[in-house]
């Protein structure tokens, strides 16, 4: 069975920067799909942030571009997630998720339990 | 970006109803759309991908229909699992983007 599972801390200071893990149990990321996060906003608004593929590239919401890094540690099966200059706008649930990039199968199949991270001094 | 707009924001009903819930895009995007239940303090689950096809496991209550801008779920009945909030969300363009969700609660 396919698992997804975010770690980081839960309490980021403003101006600081943003680490989460996800570790994947069941695939081995470099076999194929693309890996992405995703963050749910308090007030229920979804941003799909990025992505880091099977074959290592990364593509960013443009909205984020300059603050955004993904990536990975093949070794162990994960991917990482990194923002920085957070403010307390970046206050949300944080989400790994699995995206199929075969056509026909453009979706996101396999989400993990989310994060909470709130941004505050 | 292509915005999706989800209607409406809230749906109050009771148990033994049909629900229909709608999501309309910005511009076309072919039936590039697919919904997602979530639950309280859950992940989102994939509940009808290319806005009809279904989905092994999900109850065959839940149905998609449209193509283009407009979109809708369907709900036969609903159920006391059902109310949770509503995603849809598009994958035409590769800037992958959610509506805001419609919250199905209980009247």
């Known amino acids: 069975e396919i698992q997804l599972q975010e770690s980081g801390p839960g309490l980021v200071k403003p101006s600081q920067s943003l680490s989460l893990t996800c570790s994947v149990t069941?695939?081995?990321?470099?076999?194929?799909?693309?890996w992405s996060w995703i963050r749910k906003f308090p007030g229920n608004k979804m941003e799909w942030m990025g992505y880091?593929?099977?074959?290592?590239?990364?593509n960013y919401n443009p909205s984020l571009k300059s603050r955004i890094s993904i990536t990975r540690d093949t070794s162990k099966n994960q991917f990482f997630l990194q923002l920085n200059s957070v403010t307390t706008e970046d206050t949300a649930t944080y989400y790994c998720?699995?995206?199929?990039?075969?056509?026909?199968?453009?979706?996101?199949?396999?989400w993990g339990q989310g994060v909470m991270v709130t941004v505050s001094s | 970006n292509i915005v999706l707009t989800q209607s409406p924001a809230t749906l109050s009903v009771t148990p033994g109803e049909s629900v229909s819930l709608s999501c309309r895009a910005s511009?076309?995007?072919?039936?590039?759309i697919h919904w997602y239940q979530q639950k309280s303090n859950e992940s989102p689950r994939l509940l009808i991908k290319y806005a009809s096809q279904s989905i092994s496991g999900i109850p065959s209550r839940f149905s998609g229909s449209g193509s283009g801008t407009d979109f809708t779920l369907s709900i036969n009945r609903v159920e006391s699992e059902d109310f949770s909030i509503y995603y849809c969300q598009q994958s035409y363009s590769s800037l992958y983007t959610f509506g805001a969700g419609t919250k199905l609660e209980l009247k």
């Open positions: 998720a699995r995206y199929s990039p075969y056509y026909g199968y453009n979706y996101f199949d396999y």
């Open positions: 069941g695939y081995t990321i470099t076999s194929g799909y693309d």
């Open positions: 880091i593929s099977y074959s290592g590239s990364t």
């Open positions: 511009q076309s995007i072919s039936t590039s």
